[in-house]
T-cell receptor
Framework: DTGVSQDPRHKITKRGQNVTFRCDPISEHNRLYWYRQTLGQGPEFLTYFQNEAQLEKSRLLSDRFSAERPKGSFSTLEIQRTEQGDSAMYLC??????????????FGPGTRLTVL | KQEVTQIPAALSVPEGENLVLNCSFTDSAIYNLQWFRQDPGKGLTSLLLIQSSQREQTSGRLNASLDKSSGRSTLYIAASQPGDSATYLCAFYSGAGSYQLTFGKGTKLSVIP
């Protein structure tokens, strides 16, 4: 399977705990994106990487959130001191962009976070 | 702020019917537009990408069109099947160097056998 993979698929945690999610993009893709989706809504952009550089962060990404892509391959998204409002589906996507432009984003299956 | 509206929010049709899903946006200054389907509790599957210079794209029974001047995109599904039941989302890039997709809330489609 050469698609985008995410781990874990589901995570249940208690309020105040830290959680970390992993995303493995399609191997040759240079861009990696994180989105968050709540029930009945479309996904909302959180942040993206061009290779290992994090180039943009949404205002939705509070200081409790941190994302890394250390070697330009897989990425992690960590949420510290989780709150019930963090409960959502966290989606990762990747794309291959050459120069200035956009291309099809391919999404992973998501990690569903439930904060009790 | 760009707003994306998808109408209707939900649609139920009998199997075999042709249908149209609508996506409208408030600012015509969009770049590429992408249609996705999402099955319950799952990630998104890309269906069609309409590049800035294009007006439509076709894949099998799906046809998507983009009219920037009117701020609308439509997804046409021919001869609907129960397997088409899913939520369909439209999303767009706002510029050539844009990095994020802005999504609508989606249309939930049910195709009744």
């Amino acid at each position: 399977d050469t698609g985008v993979s995410q781990d874990p698929r589901h995570k249940i945690t208690k309020r105040g705990q830290n959680v970390t999610f992993r995303c493995d993009p399609i191997s040759e893709h240079n861009r990696l994106y994180w989105y968050r989706q709540t029930l009945g809504q479309g996904p909302e952009f959180l942040t993206y990487f061009q290779n290992e550089a994090q180039l943009e962060k949404s205002r939705l990404l509070s200081d409790r959130f941190s994302a890394e892509r250390p070697k330009g391959s897989f990425s992690t998204l960590e949420i510290q001191r989780t709150e019930q409002g963090d409960s959502a589906m966290y989606l990762c996507a990747s794309s291959l962009v050459v120069g200035v432009g956009t291309d099809t984003q391919y999404f992973g299956p998501g990690t569903r976070l439930t904060v009790l | 702020k760009q707003e994306v509206t998808q109408i209707p929010a939900a649609l139920s049709v009998p199997e075999g019917e042709n249908l149209v899903l609508n996506c409208s946006f408030t600012d015509s200054a969009i770049y590429n537009l992408q249609w996705f389907r999402q099955d319950p509790g799952k990630g998104l599957t890309s269906l069609l990408l309409i590049q800035s210079s294009q007006r439509e794209q076709t894949s099998g029974r799906l046809n998507a069109s983009l009219d920037k001047s009117s701020g609308r995109s439509t997804l046409y599904i021919a001869a609907s099947q129960p397997g088409d039941s899913a939520t369909y989302l439209c999303a767009f890039y706002s510029g050539a160097g844009s990095y994020q997709l802005t999504f609508g809330k989606g249309t939930k489609l049910s195709v009744i056998p």
